[in-house]
């Protein structure tokens, strides 16, 4: 990375000032020298970083912006777009951005609930027809923060992952309109993204245009992101990048789909610039109003009084290492993105990859980026035995709490000296002793494990993209 340079100050014309002059140039000097050693040095660690977790992942590219303030601090791409091909990453190549098209969905909605046109008190049937009574009740509200109950259309059996066909707006919500709600609206927060896609067909009906028309217009060109778009596959887009997935241990193309599939639950391309953009665009000097930026960060609270970490503009507002962080991951069918801003710091940090499922989420690696850019240092992992004892005092069923993603439960078992979870059907994943009654998986140390086996049942509290979710152990049911 090449520093920003200070610029000295213009010398006087005096003896005096002469003299004033080469001595405030030797002083400014040595502050770009040393601002220059200082900013290397975590360039040099991420550098490292990266590098690391593009083999481990393995990544084919990760491409990566930070920015505190306007000033760039980190800038760089790994890796390549194209592995067939070998075309080399850069940091201008475009990349779907998965749920990170969520926060303009929910800027979006704030919009017009700022202009009058939407409530968020109303009901998804105030402004779609045709809905079951149950899903048609859910307030506006309930589908932007995750607390409607509606099932996930992507967690649906026999969901078409590999189908390249075109789909309508009605085949895709009647892909989970007819299923009963998984709990009371307002009573759990459930990570879901048939919520945010009807949202997208409320931005149409109120606007009268197509989401994908209401973004340019009200999102894209105030905040000049030239090289963002909802366009699918048929069109010739420049440096865009080719998606991978994990199998069997190799890497192989993911299958392409139609942007009516993920919609405005996940269907937007964009670059790293335009996301700094956008940032700044809905904090920052940009177009959103104050009114606006204040609803996007509203949290609201759950009927027994939990406040969400979850805005309702689709933002994840949490604490990192002590920052405040608000921020956003994406993954969709072999991409993955992470959109990060520290507020107190006025840092940004952008990444995006052409993998979706490998053996970390992008913002493990994302959270490690942010550790050498705020000054703090990166936790020491290490492998201490395990006892029998311990190890299957804390084995069992445990049964995540109010805060879920994707899955319900999870299954701790000791085996030869070591403890391994499970996540519903998935594989059971070794965990690394960190003492006590700590872990790490072995696939990702930020994927972190903390058991709390001093009141009855058992808890066990899980730091897992960005946010910390809780569960019990079943013997209290």
């Not at 393995?58 to 890796?79: I, L």
């Not at 956008?278 to 609270?301: A, C, E, H, M, S």
Request: proline letters at 6%; aromatic letters at 10%.
């Amino acid at each position: 990375m090449t520093p920003t340079p200070i610029a000295e100050p213009a010398l006087a014309t005096s003896r005096r000032g002469l003299l004033r002059g080469s001595a405030g140039a030797l002083l400014m000097s040595g502050l770009a020298a040393s601002a220059a050693a200082a900013a290397a040095a975590p360039a040099q660690d991420i550098d490292a970083i990266i590098e690391r977790a593009m083999k481990q992942a393995p990544f084919p590219a990760v491409v990566v912006a930070a920015r505190k303030g306007e000033t760039d601090v980190y800038r760089k791409a790994f890796g390549y777009i194209d592995l067939e091909n070998k075309v080399a990453a850069t940091t201008d190549d475009v990349f779907p951005i998965g749920s990170v098209t969520k926060t303009m969905t929910g800027l979006s909605v704030m919009q017009l609930v700022a202009q009058g046109r939407i409530g968020l008190d109303d009901t998804a049937a105030t402004y779609l027809d045709g809905l079951p009574p149950a899903i048609g009740a859910l307030k506006v509200r309930n589908l932007l923060d995750h607390t409607s109950g509606l099932v996930g259309y992507t967690d649906v059996p026999g969901f078409p992952w590999a189908s390249q066909r075109p789909f309508t707006r009605q085949e895709v919500v009647g892909w989970f309109a007819d299923k009963p709600l998984q709990f009371e609206p307002g009573t759990r927060w459930s990570y879901t993204n048939s919520g945010l896609y009807l949202l997208g067909l409320i931005i149409e009906k109120v606007s009268g245009a197509s989401y994908e028309d209401y973004l340019a217009e009200h999102v894209f060109k105030p905040f000049r992101m030239t090289n963002s778009s909802m366009a699918g596959w048929e069109r010739l887009i420049p440096r865009r990048a080719h998606g991978y997935l994990v199998k069997a241990g190799a890497l192989e193309n993911a299958p392409r789909y139609d942007p009516l599939v993920p919609f405005s639950a996940g269907g937007v391309l964009s670059t790293l610039d335009d996301m700094m953009k956008y940032r700044r665009g809905v904090f920052g000097d940009g177009p959103t109003t104050p009114q606006v930026r204040q609803l996007i960060q509203q949290q609201d609270k759950l009927k027994d009084g939990l406040v969400l970490p979850y805005a309702l503009g689709c933002l994840a507002i949490t604490t990192f290492e002590g920052h405040r962080k608000i921020g956003h991951p994406g993954d969709i069918f072999g991409f993955s993105s992470q959109y990060s801003y520290y507020p107190d710091d006025d840092l940004t940090i952008v990444m995006f990859s052409n993998m979706q499922n490998g053996a970390m989420p992008l913002i493990s690696l994302e959270q490690k980026v942010a550790r050498a850019l705020l000054g703090v240092p990166q936790p020491t992992i290490v492998d201490l035995p395990l006892s029998k004892s311990l190890g299957e005092s804390l084995a069992g069923s445990y049964e995540i709490g109010e805060i879920r993603f994707a899955v319900n439960e999870m299954t701790f078992t000791f085996k030869d000296g070591a403890l391994y979870v499970a996540f519903e059907h998935g594989p059971p994943i070794a965990l690394r002793h960190q003492g006590g009654n700590e872990f790490v998986s072995s696939l990702d140390d930020e994927h972190r494990f903390r058991f709390d086996t001093h009141g009855r049942p058992a808890r066990v509290f899980m730091s897992y993209y960005g946010s910390t979710f809780e569960a019990t152990r079943a013997e209290a049911r």
